[in-house]
């Protein structure tokens, strides 16, 4: 990793409040990108609150958010988030020969609706850099308005993870393989 973890000994105030916050939330940690961020305590305070938002109180169900989180993962080639999503998604219910069309870079075969026009969005947001009218249409008759809203929102957060995963070389934990490569 570029920034190495900062030890908690040695931050200053604002960081090791940030850093507290962080650690006492859902997430029960601070690693990769957020640890990055922590050089940047303003940085880190606001943008674990949006992440916080989109993982724990989005209107999207897990099965759907994850689906859209190992999509972006996979597009922006980030190791790390696949690695720390992939077992959520499991878990999440999202179907494995789904996953593993996504870690191939293949276009996974839906059998939901839900599910397809998530992919389709967020595929399409980064190649595409905007919705066409004909799937803005389909993906508000599909989503609603809240969680289409909450989808792009989550879009534009896992970029910003993506960004500093690779930009700051955030690698996986000792012993951890990687499968996107």
């Not at 190992?70 to 690695?83: G, Y």
């Not at 069309?101 to 276009?107: D, E, N, P, Q, T």
Request: hydrophobic fraction near 45%.
């Amino acid at each position: 990793m570029r920034l190495p973890p900062l030890d908690r000994d040695h931050m200053n105030d604002e960081q090791k409040r940030v850093y507290d916050i962080i650690a006492s939330g859902p997430r029960g940690r601070v690693r990769g990108p957020l640890a990055v961020w922590l050089n940047r305590p303003e940085l880190a305070e606001t943008a674990q609150a949006l992440g916080a938002y989109c993982r724990y109180g989005s209107s999207l169900e897990p099965r759907l958010s994850e689906l859209a989180i190992l999509t972006m993962a996979r597009l922006w080639s980030s190791e790390f988030e696949w690695w720390a999503h992939k077992p959520i998604a499991l878990r999440a219910g999202l179907d494995p020969s789904i996953v593993e069309a996504l870690r191939i870079g293949a276009v996974p075969s839906f059998d939901d609706s839900e599910a397809e026009i998530v992919y389709r969005v967020i595929t399409t947001l980064n190649n595409d850099r905007t919705l066409g009218a004909t799937l803005y249409d389909e993906a508000l008759r599909i989503l609603g308005k809240d969680r289409l809203v909450d989808l792009v929102g989550l879009a534009g957060y896992y970029t910003l993870i993506s960004m500093t995963i690779n930009a700051f070389g955030v690698e996986l934990p000792d012993g951890e393989q990687a499968e996107l490569a």
